[in-house]
């Protein structure tokens, strides 16, 4: 099993080592942070706060009481709320993103547009077009 540049154990700390390893280790552990504090805001403020005058209607006390026929109804929407909000927010930081790369690509080719052009490097494009129009003069007679 062992491979002819270290090992199987030399291969897997490389593999631990590179840093998509390590980035998706870290978007794991906040994601799941993430996850806590959306499951805390459905679960305890947008769902009672859009759901109450319901659930009084229906004679339960919380989301997860509420279970007509013995099926969980409560449950289901609040994962159902859950997963809007982690999408919405999201969706929100994405576009944020791609705006401020879209301004910064922009703000780049400005910048690149309004840089004053080396002055050797006019002259000797200028000397390349009249040495190309020579050329082309001579090669007509």
Known sequence: MASSNGGFWSDFWKFLARGNVIDLAVAVIIGTAFNKIVDSLVTDIITPALLNPALTAAGADDLESWAP?????????????????????????????????????????????????????????????????????????
């Open 69 to 141: 026929g013995g099926i969980k109804w409560g449950l289901f929407l609040a994962a159902i709320l859950n997963f809007l909000v982690i999408a919405f927010v999201i969706f929100l930081l994405l576009r944020a993103l791609n705006t401020t790369k879209k301004r910064l690509l922009r703000r780049a080719a400005e910048e690149e547009a309004a840089t004053p052009t080396d002055p050797v490097i006019v002259s000797q494009q200028t000397l390349t077009a009249s040495i190309d129009r020579l050329n082309q003069t001579l090669q007509s007679r």
